[in-house]
């Protein structure tokens, strides 16, 4: 995953690459006013590391985005896609994919993505 951060007068802004663009889009609007929320996210991620290779999976619900991760990969979601849709569908044959609204990582690059994030943030504090 590709990405880069700014800062602004509303303060640090995220970019993705563009297989990638709903995770800056979740961290612009669910992280950015709640940093806080980055330690809970990292300290599930290491429950869920220390859980393999039972299932595990945890599910963060945003007012715009979910981030959901299990030991294999990282999902960040629209709350307002079709939760009709198979999601194995757009993982396979990206049919409904939209590329603002849903994206798919790993475990290891979710995580490198939160630590910058704070790593850059603190610099602007």
Partial sequence: M???FTHSIHGVVAKCSMDHEAFARWLNTEIAENPQ???KILT???KCRAAYPNHY???FEGREY???FDCDEVMVKANNLDDAVDESQMEDG???Y???SIAFCGLEDFENFLKAYQKFSQTYH
Avoid: G, K, N
């Fill in 44 to 46: 599930e991620l290491d």
């Fill in 94 to 96: 990206f049919q409904f």
């Fill in 2 to 4: 590709e990405y880069q």
């Fill in 37 to 39: 929320e980055i330690v």
């Fill in 66 to 68: 979910s981030l959901v």
């Fill in 57 to 59: 999976e945890c599910v």
């Fill in 98 to 100: 939209d590329q603002e």
